[in-house]
């Protein structure tokens, strides 16, 4: 089999040709922000896009939020509900709109807990505290299905104060979306 070698030359187009490609790539970064839940679910601002929600309108929506995630890391389908939040407020639309609960249950349960007990069963801080308590800030509900609780063996008193503890999950789905709650799976 025959040996490629390499000049230095063309070592060094090569060189060049991955510096302009990482130059144009860092120059197609899109700006992120985050307009209302700080630190969480960025965003790209997008007036100029064909469909957007209507500054009038009330959402109704529950996040059925059921996937874990790496203990030392943010849940990201809950930084998901962050980035519906700061997506509807960059379009306008006043927190006073926008009706969100978060159902956590299943996998995701260990997120609802405070810190000292994340802490305790996971050997780290619960990475999750601060986004429900910026969550908490823009008016979405976040709870915990008490079975879920119960299943995998977390006390009630566990709970991070800023959340709810519910019958169930599968109740309060039932519930809210015969008021109208529009569901969307996590």
């Known amino acids: 089999m025959k040996r490629e070698t390499f000049t230095r030359p063309s070592v060094a187009l090569c060189g060049i040709a991955l510096m302009i490609i990482g130059a144009a790539a860092h120059a197609a970064d899109p700006e992120w922000t985050y307009p209302t839940v700080q630190g969480f679910g960025k965003i790209v601002v997008l007036p100029d896009a064909t469909m957007q929600p ?106 991070n104060p800023q959340v709810e503890i519910a019958l169930a999950a599968i109740t309060d789905v039932v519930i809210l979306e015969q008021q109208g ?3 969307f799976p996590l």
């Open 54 to 159: 209507s500054k009038d309108a009330d959402y109704k929506v529950v996040f059925n939020l059921t996937a874990g995630g790496d203990a030392d890391k943010v849940n990201p389908n809950l930084d998901r509900v962050a980035r519906a939040v700061n997506l509807f407020t960059s379009a306008g639309v006043p927190l006073s709109h926008l009706h969100f609960v978060v159902v956590v249950h299943g996998p995701a349960t260990p997120l609802t807990l405070d810190n000292e007990h994340y802490r305790e069963k996971f050997r780290v801080d619960n990475p999750n505290v601060k986004l429900i308590g910026e969550l908490a800030k823009a008016g979405v509900k976040v709870e915990v299905c008490g079975q879920a609780l119960a299943h995998q063996s977390f006390p009630q008193n566990w709970v």
């Open 181 to 183: 709650y529009i569901l």
